[in-house]
């Protein structure tokens, strides 16, 4: 007449049966709620100061390194328009120059040139350095450097000149490319160092506990090598085509100062150019 509810020894009522098949899909998500505090987003919010949970030396870390990228794309693309511009012109800039028949029409072209154009600066500076020693013959200036000495201790002053401004960025270049990964290893460290902060406070060593410092150390390491490494490509880049922009340089204030000095060019394997008049008058003031 009774009809028997009990449950058999050995076997799992209803209820536990979806207890159990519940647990794992519950520890499924918490992972996952736990793993989306990795992400960039929740770096963000960590490094607001409104935040309860504001991070002042993680906030530092970042902000040196957004500052570090920006002055690296600034230096990248600055020397990349500059050096593109230079090494396309100096060509037509030198050809010109020698094969103009008259030293005033040469001056002339070179005082046309753009302000960041250094060779039109170097022979400007080496005709303005004759001009000077010829106005002043007779004077104790001629007395005490001949033609000569003057024309090439001008021609160093405008080649140095040129060369630094040419080397503008590297340091920055090489300061970030050296240091970004030591200042992303800076942020790992203290993002792991909060992770077992945390695992030391609540005794929680589950995901949730440290997923966010665990995820903005890895964050900060990637960002470290993002920063470094087109900064460290870029200035070996820069350097080479440097190298190569100054040797030119020197090839041009040897032509000059030989030119300048003794009224013709000596070029190697070749019979010296016809002489042009070798004291041009002063240029005009430079743009």
């Not at 030396?57 to 040196?64: C, D, E, N």
């Not at 100096?90 to 960041?116: G, H, K, Y």
Request: hydrophobic share 50%; with cysteine.
């Amino acid at each position: 007449m009774f009809q028997d509810t009990s449950t058999p020894a050995g076997s799992v009522p209803p209820a536990a049966d979806a207890a159990v098949a519940a647990a794992p899909t519950l520890g499924t998500n918490s992972n996952a709620a736990a793993l989306k505090e990795m992400g960039f987003s929740h770096l963000i919010q960590n490094y607001n100061p409104t935040n309860p949970n504001f991070d002042l030396l993680g906030a530092i870390v970042f902000v040196t390194l957004c500052i570090f990228s920006v002055l690296s794309v600034y230096w990248i693309i600055l020397n990349m328009i500059r050096n593109t511009a230079i090494r396309s012109r100096m060509a037509t800039v030198m050809r010109t120059f020698w094969e103009t028949p008259s030293a005033q029409e040469a001056i002339r072209f070179m005082e046309e040139q753009p302000a960041s154009e250094p060779f039109s600066k170097i022979a400007l500076d080496c005709a303005s350095a004759a001009a000077h020693h010829q106005r002043h013959e007779g004077s104790r200036l001629v007395e005490a450097l001949n033609r000569s000495e003057f024309i090439d201790r001008a021609l160093r002053q405008a080649v140095a000149r040129e060369s630094g401004r040419l080397e503008g960025g590297l340091t920055v270049l090489a300061t970030v490319g050296s240091t970004g990964p030591f200042v992303g290893l800076l942020g790992t460290v203290w993002g792991i160092y909060h992770a077992l902060i945390r695992i030391s406070a609540s005794g929680d060593a589950s995901m949730s506990a440290v997923a966010g410092p665990v995820g903005e150390a890895l964050i900060m390491t990637a960002f470290g090598l993002l920063v470094a490494i087109p900064a460290v490509l870029a200035y070996n880049f820069f350097v080479r085509s440097n190298r190569v922009i100054l040797a030119r340089f020197d090839e041009f204030a040897h032509d000059l100062h030989d030119f300048f000095a003794t009224g013709s060019r000596v070029e190697a394997g070749a019979a010296p150019a016809p002489a042009r008049p070798a004291a041009p008058a002063a240029p005009a003031a430079r743009k």
